[in-house]
């Protein structure tokens, strides 16, 4: 476990602690001043503690041995879902030596079995970190295509479309439900998996404010901690507090749930979303680009990068909001443009004129 902290004297240091089984605690390794020897330092002491060698190690070793190192450095429910990803894996290519699965096989096994890459790549990353292979074969395998955001940027129409959509694909209250999911998506910047876990008891409307206390995980069915592990609070616009006033509550603790009642795991919130989409005629559209939209706009409001990375729940000062979001969109800057010049024109003209 590799965490930052400041000193007064010496700046930023790097603090490494691993988990001793036999203690049954985290100890502390030491303290560094890059992250790169925090890093290294890691991947010492995990050495230390490892029992098999790059020349006998196998996947079925490793991936033992892996999965256990991760006890008390990640979330149990993490720990469950690396299992569950590389079982599959385990079982065909289990008695292989680790330094037998090359690229051409990792190649082979992603074709059909893209969605266990990440697990399969994190694995091997670590194995790598401990100079058992000398190269991780999965790396970039598992790895979408990135969508470019600047072409088919959302507009306020656009927004006002999906939710208009939301409730003509379900007719009644449930649609008024769906209607208020997209607002909350586009005015507020919630993650999907925070939408899907929201409680009524986050909502703190006489103060405007939402408090992001969970995430709704598909791959685990769980709730767990907000994507940084940090909850946040975020401000409640009043567009979002009318709609889920005005929208039924279909559960006892759950804001936004499914047709049936059920929690938003990934799989029931892409049958809502896809048929908003589908009846809004943007079948590619992903749930995600409602947050898109909120900090597009944030930005084009005026805000800071820092600011609109408060309410996105970034944690990096606003670095990702400005190289992501920063440059505007070309027509609102040229309608903002358009308006100051003007304006400036027409007091100098008056000025000259006086």
Not at 241 to 248: K, V
Not at 297 to 305: A, D, N, P, V
Request: proline share 5%; hydrophobic share 40%.
């Amino acid at each position: 476990m590799i965490t930052s902290y400041d000193t007064k004297t010496q700046g930023r240091r790097w603090r490494v602690r691993i988990y001793d089984r036999r203690l049954g605690r985290n100890v502390h390794v030491g303290s560094y001043a890059t992250r790169r020897e925090a890093r290294d330092a890691e991947a010492a002491a995990l050495l230390a503690e490892t029992t098999i060698t790059a020349s006998d190690a196998t996947v079925v070793q490793w991936r033992e041995l892996w999965i256990a190192a991760g006890e008390g450095r990640v979330r149990e429910s993490t720990r469950r879902w690396w299992a569950g990803q590389t079982r599959a894996f385990a079982l065909e290519h289990g008695r292989r030596p680790l330094s037998a699965i090359d690229r051409l096989v990792a190649m082979q096994w992603a074709t059909e079995h893209r969605a266990t890459v990440q697990a399969l790549s994190a694995m091997w990353t670590a194995a790598v970190q401990l100079e058992l292979v000398p190269t991780n074969p999965w790396r970039g395998l598992g790895q979408q295509r990135r969508r470019h955001l600047e072409p088919g940027w959302l507009t306020a129409t656009d927004v006002a479309a999906l939710e208009q959509a939301a409730r003509d694909a379900f007719p009644g209250p449930y649609g008024r439900l769906v209607a208020a999911l997209v607002l909350t998506g586009a005015y507020v910047g919630l993650r999907p998996g925070e939408i899907a876990g929201l409680r009524w008891g986050d909502l703190d409307p006489a103060q405007g404010r939402i408090h992001v206390r969970r995430q709704a995980e598909s791959r685990t069915r769980e709730f767990t901690a907000p994507k940084n592990g940090l909850a946040r609070t975020v401000v409640y616009p009043p567009v979002v507090q009318r709609a889920i006033t005005a929208a039924p509550r279909l559960h006892r603790e759950l804001v936004f749930v499914g047709p049936r009642g059920g929690i938003l795991f990934g799989p029931t919130r892409d049958r809502v979303w896809g048929r908003v989409r589908a009846r809004a005629g943007r079948p590619d559209m992903v749930l995600h680009e409602l947050r898109h939209y909120c900090a597009t706009w944030l930005t084009e409001q005026g805000l800071s990068s820092s600011d609109v990375a408060i309410q996105l729940g970034h944690t990096d000062g606003g670095a990702l909001v400005e190289s992501t979001y920063g440059h505007a969109r070309a027509d609102p800057a040229l309608e903002r443009l358009t308006t100051a010049l003007a304006t400036a024109t027409t007091t100098q003209a008056e000025e000259a004129a006086s």
